[in-house]
């Protein structure tokens, strides 16, 4: 193989290779909004904050999946809480975007 394929198909490797994976943003600040939806029968719970330079499509938002269980049940709790009384929150991300442009939740502060 000469050198100018080679070198194409490694940056083709690295630029489509990782196309799901992302820097981890964290962001601090008041809750804007919540939202649950049922993705093929798992409660997914999806935060707006302020917008950041967050490198997923969708910027402001997080995300995370099993809403009703586990992990998922006890940062869906804490975020209700946070917004009800008004504590801001920080939100640390996984650095990988979903299936809808969506930074994933890796933890959730209340401050």
Known sequence: M????LHFLV?????FGTAGLAFAQ???????AIRVNDV???ARVSVRMQ?????????GW?????AATGTGHVMSDLLAAAYASGRPVTIGGT???????????????VQ
């Open 2 to 5: 000469t050198k100018s394929i």
């Open 11 to 15: 940056a083709s490797m690295l630029t």
């Open 26 to 32: 964290t962001t601090t600040g008041q809750i804007l």
């Open 40 to 42: 093929n029968g798992v």
């Open 51 to 59: 917008k950041t330079s967050q490198p997923c499509a969708v910027a």
């Open 62 to 66: 997080y995300a995370f999946d099993s």
């Open 95 to 109: 650095g990988t975007c979903d299936a809808f442009g969506v930074e994933k939740v890796s933890y959730i502060d």
